[in-house]
DNA sequence: ATCCTCCCCTAC
DNA sequence: TAAGGTAGGGGAGGAT
């Protein structure tokens, strides 16, 4: 029970056994870029109507693309079989791609028709990689429109913060300007006059002046402060308000109808209407009763027939493939945490400010804490004559599959087993390994009992995952080692698991210091002690040095922190960067100033799956693109988020890659990843799946070998990402606002409270 | 210099 | 059979 002082974690082999682990399979990583630039599409000159069953099921699946593109992207391709699309008979628009940049005369869906009839294409989005020409009336007309706004605007509401929402808007006009990445800026009267002449007119003299084209950077003042606008150079142009603003975090809610910036300010459906997010109460690891699974077919017999263990089969595949997914449930489980501990997270003052200067002389006291092979000591409880034994906990325990091993408890971990290794190896070097399944309901009850605790026994308390956390005692009058020892006593009291802890004078140590008191047990670190214990580390035991790094100090000499001591910081920056080499600089010296962090701002939400995914046809791919976008645009209204940037990323068979050894892995792959800014956060879902569409269809997947740059029958794994993150709150608060406005249009949708509501708050 | 995009790396 | 997710840090290299 006490702290032994073992010297595993320094003579543990698990550094170098874990090559083998990646052998050939897919964790190689391609540093390539994409080889293919898929600037353009490339089309195949269809010829004589399929004279094969092969150029038949060409022209099948490009028809297949060219309507799922249609939402994303119209082109006269999408537009139907009504033009035939052979031969020369293309367009004057073809091989033009217009986006529509704000109000224009004429109209964006009028520009759009033009397009579609004359063999053009149009984008909802804008992205470099789609887009040939940016179309954009003078500005002070779309400014006239938006100041005459905000005149009635200030009519109705008198508010200063909605104006701050407004500016914001109006210079989404300016970002989107400045967006033009070289791309010819063109007025509407060039669409006009090409029709006239009946042919592609050169644009040279049709160019939009930019008039007040500089980048404007609108810059949010932290609360309560001044609220300035900064011009190109730097220097404060304006000082447009000073006012108290608890929070400004953006703009508008994206409008999935439209991109015009003078957009119609209707509510959208999906992000709108519901405000409970039902995605956290449906994925919910701690329902008892699966009250609110009845609402999806999954659990109960009606899907369950199709359900399958890929994208082949199961048409309801992200859903219930992340119901299943141990890596999902860890990774989503920081969001759950916010949610059941907001109330001890918030009005935590960031302790990035460096105020405590009283407190920076005294030396810190951090604890870490860890439970001890999580996963498996969880279920165990249940299995008390397993404790002597062997015992991982994974999906499966045929002795020749490569499901993997989630936790090992340490009597396997004897033989060599440990969290990822495939079952058939672990039953191979442990012949009586135990497996049992997971619980991830149980897992959920015994962290938040975990952090009960912790919350308990010291304020600062951050978390880094479901079974481990950091603790800053520095201000307790308690003995440090002391907490620790009430802190696991009263974990393992009432969760029947142990748990470890390390002690030191910062978080770098204090980790180092549970790995080396596992199981078990607690170690403290005292500074006059550090040089001995990190002189024979291997580097493979800093955190942030995993297989990459380690493998390239392996190729410079240096296996340990003692012999990364004797290298230069210049020289470690030259070979690492400088950011990383100032860390291993700083690590292999126990030097380390990150402080204990109460609260961390969200800055990305994201979904993808890399398993299980086969696709033998583009449907069942955009079909499952789409639930992605669901999935995703749940998660962003289940935590009140919206974003800005949108990002896809697909996973493809590396040319000349085996079969993954994983069943249904994805094996060794190289992915692509292209993202897109829109001018105005949202979290809608149909917004997302244009978007995440228009990006798609830029990859160029098809399930034609010749003419795509992906093949479909090759993707392996899919995820979508959205960064550049703003809170909804306001947002949907100026929408309502807007909507009050504009009170003409989507009347219907002014509920009565919401707008109440909204008007309250300012 | 600073920002942005497209990656890679890391940890649980 | 089996459930290889999630989010942050940061580097390279290009645009501005
Ligand atoms: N590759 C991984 C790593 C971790 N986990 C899950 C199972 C672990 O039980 C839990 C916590 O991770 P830890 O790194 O803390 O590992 P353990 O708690 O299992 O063991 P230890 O005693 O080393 O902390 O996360 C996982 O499923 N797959
Ligand atoms: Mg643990
Ligand atoms: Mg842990």
């Given at each position: 029970m006490n702290s032994r002082s073992s010297s595993r974690a320094a003579s543990n082999a698990a550094a170098f056994t874990s090559s083998s682990a990646s052998s050939g399979d897919s964790r190689k990583r391609s540093r390539n870029p994409p080889t293919t630039n898929p600037q353009r599409p490339l089309r195949s000159k269809a010829k004589s109507p399929f004279a094969d069953f092969r150029s038949y099921m060409v022209e099948k699946n490009r028809k297949l693309r060219a309507q799922f593109q249609a939402d994303a992207t119209t082109s006269s391709l999408g537009?139907?079989?009504?033009?035939?699309?052979?031969?020369?008979?293309?367009?004057?628009?073809?091989g033009v791609s217009i986006f529509v940049d704000g109000f224009t005369i004429p109209s964006s869906q009028e520009l759009r028709g033009y397009m579609l009839k004359h063999g053009g294409r149009f984008e909802n989005y804008f992205s470099k990689h789609t887009v040939t020409h940016i179309i954009c009336s003078n500005l002070p007309d779309s400014k006239m429109r938006n100041l005459r706004c905000e005149q009635v605007f200030l009519v109705n509401f008198a508010s200063s913060v909605l104006i701050c929402s407004l500016l914001s808007i109006v210079f989404g006009l300016f970002w989107l300007r400045a967006f033009s990445h070289g791309l010819p800026v063109v007025r509407p009267q060039w669409v006009l006059d090409c029709l006239a002449a009946n042919r592609l007119l050169n644009f040279c003299s049709y160019f939009q002046l930019i008039m007040w084209g500089m980048p404007m950077k609108l810059v949010l003042p932290p609360e309560g402060q001044c609220f300035r606008c900064d011009g190109p150079s730097g220097q404060a142009s304006e000082e447009l308000e000073c006012m108290k603003v608890e929070k400004l975090f953006g703009e508008i809610n994206a409008n999935p109808e439209s991109?015009?910036?003078?957009?119609?300010?209707?509510?959208p459906p999906a992000s709108g209407a519901i405000p409970t997010p039902l995605s956290m109460i449906n994925k919910s690891y701690m329902g008892h009763q699966k009250i609110h699974e009845s609402l999806d077919s999954s659990v109960n017999c009606i899907g369950a027939s199709n359900q399958g263990h890929s994208t082949l089969t199961d048409p309801n595949f992200v859903e219930n493939y992340f119901k299943s997914s141990r890596l999902h449930f860890i990774g989503t489980w920081r969001n759950r945490y916010r949610k059941r501990f907001s109330n001890l997270l918030t009005g935590y003052k960031s302790s990035n400010e460096k105020t405590n200067c009283c407190v920076t002389k005294q030396k810190a006291s951090i604890i870490h804490v860890d439970m001890d092979c999580f996963f498996v000591s969880v279920i165990i409880r249940n299995f008390p004559d397993l404790v002597d034994k062997p015992v991982a906990v994974c999906h499966s325990n045929n002795p020749r599959g490569t499901a993997e091993i989630s936790s090992a408890n340490y009597v396997a971990r004897n033989y060599g087993v440990k969290a990822g290794t495939f079952v058939r190896d672990a039953k191979a070097c442990c012949p009586h390994l135990v497996i049992l399944p997971y619980d991830f309901e149980a897992y959920e009850e015994v962290a938040e009992q975990f952090y009960s605790i912790l919350h308990k026994h010291c304020s600062k308390v951050q978390a880094l995952s479901c079974d481990e956390a950091f603790l800053d005692?520095?201000?307790?009058?308690?003995d440090p080692e002391e907490i620790a020892s009430m802190i696991r006593k009263e974990i393992e009291d009432t969760t029947r698991c142990t748990a470890s802890a390390g002690i030191a004078g910062n978080l770098l140590l204090a980790y180092l210091a549970t790995r080396s008191a596992k199981p078990n047990g607690q170690r403290f670190i005292p500074s006059e002690k550090v040089e001995d214990y990190l002189k024979d580390l291997p580097v493979m035991a800093l955190p942030g040095i995993g297989y990459a790094t380690y493998e390239k100090l392996k190729s410079r000499q240096i296996q340990t922190c003692g012999q990364m001591y004797m290298i230069s910081k210049e020289a470690l920056q030259k070979d690492f960067g400088i950011r990383i080499g100032d860390m291993l600089w700083n690590y292999c010296r126990g030097i380390d100033n990150r402080t204990v962090e109460v609260v961390q701002e969200r800055k990305s939400v994201g979904a993808e799956v890399n398993w299980g995914i086969r696709f033998n046809n583009l449907t069942d791919c955009h079909h499952f693109l789409v639930n992605l976008c669901k999935e995703v645009s749940l998660r962003l209204q289940g935590c009140g988020l919206q974003g800005r940037a949108i990002t896809l990323k697909v996973k493809k068979r590396k040319k000349?890659?085996?079969?993954?050894?994983?069943?249904m892995g994805c094996g060794d792959c190289e992915s692509v990843s292209r993202s897109i800014t829109v001018p105005v956060a949202t979290d809608n879902v149909v917004a997302l799946q244009r978007i995440a569409k228009q990006i798609f269809a830029s990859f160029h997947v098809e399930c034609d070998y010749e003419y795509s740059h992906i093949d479909v029958k090759e993707v392996r794994g899919i995820g979508l990402h959205i960064t550049k993150l703003e809170s909804s709150d306001i947002s949907r608060k100026v929408q309502l606002a807007f909507m009050c406005l504009t009170?003409?249009?989507?009347?219907?949708?002014?509920?009565p409270e919401g707008v109440a509501k909204s008007t309250l708050k300012f």
């Open positions: 537009a139907g079989s009504s033009r035939a699309d052979s031969g020369d008979d293309k367009g004057i628009f073809h991109t015009d910036l003078e957009v119609k300010f209707s509510v005692v520095t201000v307790c009058d308690d000349g890659a085996a079969e993954p050894l994983k069943f009170s003409d249009q989507d009347g219907d949708c002014l509920k």
